[in-house]
């Protein structure tokens, strides 16, 4: 049965519900997900889209964090060291339940200076030590000549050695979805563009929550017995609803993005610069046919559109060119963005219930649950633990445990009897619908065993490309409006398919055939299609 955003909201207007969750992000979702799975009656509400804010915006890691690992061991911090341990383990379960949009990724430390060497390999044998069972592959020292080798734009100049680590790899956006989309495989009721205006509160316990409708302008009222604020750095906005003097939880910080030509980086390997001038730590890595390049932490301010500014840029132009034979140019770069993380503020944390990790649940006077900091990898552990707060402050009644650590999500559950785990996959879809061996591998990464619904409406006539050098093709916008509940050309766009991350000239040359193909499947008028064409450009001019 396809998911309509209409048949959704009639179930929010008219039902009640166990648990309801605020934002639709990755531990909103995995909120969602973990409670539904459990047999208990949920709702989930996002003010924008899924995903739609830090959550497709992250470096693409699924990671226990080796800087973090360093910071542990000169602070001799053994709560650190377990958080790292902890995100190992879910990185291993990230890899399991979405095998689709998941892969792991060997990460090339480049050594110029001797001594230094100990000092890296001890830290990543130490990281592997903790991943134990749950490690991807064991890292490796290598020569200058073969890292030279594999890494070609990589600077040969008094290169002494390599350390190779692996971590993972993921499309952030898809992997949200696919968890918003099986929470209501499960049951739960899920919508967008829903924003929380206010609380409904009896015996001074919030027992509602007032919801606008962005798409119709409407207003009404959402009913559950417990709710969780899950709306990442945004969360103490939703604190503030609850109660105007509240202490903020957060202290966000922005990671800046840009996108560069494939020519940049290897395919199969990716680059830690792990000394920067600052002391920060920078990333090069593919990412769907293209290199992406991001930094670590600065102090933000909370913004619903963080844009990258130009210092951001030529921080990371500086300090990515020191280390490659060809500088990179302004001309270079294809697209970028900036994201927020809800990191937690450490002086404002003693009223919550603080786990030995970096995420907080705090319970309100009112019964409000936060969940706050984290980061993608560790969003399931994030969703268990408000979930199992949830279940102990209103006394619901779960029908069984917490599952979520071997739930395979939407993609990757082999439906319609199609297995994602033919050898090779790409001949199925490839002999039956007539694809190009691009847009097949696509399909398969991005859809996984709901491919051949895409692939059919593409033999319907919409096989055509969104963009000539991309893989995204029409259909993917029928099913996107259809099956996935993309209510705008951006939704389309940016999360969807990644176009507008991955190339913003592109993403721009694309709006008006998507805006034609939504309006056939949301039947738009030719006012309504004018706005949304207006609306994703000015987005896209404005920075993602």
């Known amino acids: 049965?396809?998911?309509?955003?209409?048949?959704?909201?009639?179930?929010?207007?008219?039902?009640?519900?166990?648990?309801?969750?605020?934002?639709?992000?990755?531990?909103?979702?995995?909120?969602?997900?973990?409670?539904?799975?459990?047999?208990?009656?949920?709702?989930?509400?996002?003010?924008?889209?899924?995903?739609?804010?830090?959550?497709s915006r992250s470096t693409k890691l699924i990671h226990g964090g080796v800087r973090y690992l360093e910071q542990a061991v000169k602070h001799l911090d053994a709560s650190r060291i377990n958080a790292v341990n902890a995100a190992l383990r879910e990185r291993a379960v990230m890899l399991r339940i979405a095998p689709h949009l998941t892969r792991a990724l060997p990460f090339l430390t480049p050594i110029y200076r001797w001594y230094r060497l100990p000092y890296y390999y001890a830290g990543f044998k130490l990281y592997d030590l903790l991943a134990g069972r749950f490690n991807a592959t064991p890292g490796s020292l290598i020569s200058a000549r073969e890292a030279r080798s594999r890494f070609p734009m990589l600077t040969g100049r008094r290169l002494k050695a390599g350390l190779i680590y692996y971590d993972g790899q993921f499309d952030d956006a898809r992997m949200n979805l696919s968890l918003a989309l099986t929470a209501r495989q499960y049951g739960a009721t899920i919508a967008n563009h829903l924003e929380v205006r206010g609380f409904e509160k009896r015996s001074s316990l919030i027992r509602a929550i007032f919801v606008h409708d962005h798409t119709t302008g409407e207003e009404w009222e959402v009913h559950a017995q417990v709710v969780v604020n899950a709306a990442g750095p945004f969360a103490d906005l939703v604190r503030k609803l609850d109660d105007p003097q509240a202490n903020p939880l957060l202290n966000p910080s922005a990671g800046a993005h840009i996108v560069l030509d494939k020519r940049f980086c290897p395919n199969d390997l990716a680059l830690l610069i792990p000394r920067t001038s600052d002391g920060r730590v920078v990333f090069m890595l593919p990412w769907m046919g293209m290199t992406l390049a991001g930094t670590t932490d600065s102090p933000a301010a909370v913004d619903f559109h963080p844009r990258t500014t130009q210092e951001e840029i030529d921080y990371l132009l500086h300090e990515l060119s020191a280390y490659l034979e060809t500088p990179i140019k302004r001309s270079d770069i294809k697209a970028a963005w900036s994201g927020l993380r809800p990191l937690v503020d450490a002086a404002q944390s003693a009223d919550t219930a603080a786990l030995p990790r970096d995420h907080v649940v705090h319970v309100s006077r009112s019964g409000l649950i936060t969940v706050a900091g984290g980061k993608w990898t560790t969003y399931r552990r994030m969703a268990k633990d408000a979930v199992d707060r949830a279940i102990e402050i209103a006394d619901l009644k779960p029908r069984r445990s917490c599952v979520t650590d071997h739930l395979m999500l939407l993609g990757a559950q082999e439906l319609n009897g199609y297995d994602a785990k033919m050898t090779p996959p790409q001949d199925s879809l490839k002999h039956w619908h007539d694809l190009p061996d691009d847009v097949v591998t696509h399909l398969e990464s991005a859809y996984g065993d709901r491919a051949p619904g895409i692939a059919a409406i593409a033999r319907r006539g919409y096989a055509a490309r969104l963009a000539q050098e991309f893989p995204y093709i029409e259909a993917e916008v029928l099913w996107a409006a259809r099956e996935e509940m993309a209510c705008t050309v951006m939704d389309v766009l940016a999360r969807r398919t990644r176009l507008a991350f991955l190339d913003n000239g592109a993403a721009d040359a694309a709006i008006a055939r998507v805006s034609e193909l939504l309006a056939e499947a949301l039947n738009w008028d030719t006012r309504k299609s004018a706005l949304e064409r207006d609306a994703a450009r000015q987005r896209l001019s404005q920075g993602l």
């Open 1 to 55: 049965m396809a998911v309509t955003r209409e048949s959704e909201v009639e179930a929010l207007r008219h039902g009640r519900f166990d648990l309801l969750v605020i934002g639709g992000g990755a531990t909103g979702a995995g909120t969602a997900l973990d409670a539904a799975s459990r047999g208990l009656r949920v709702a989930l509400v996002e003010r924008d889209d899924f995903s739609s804010g830090t959550s």
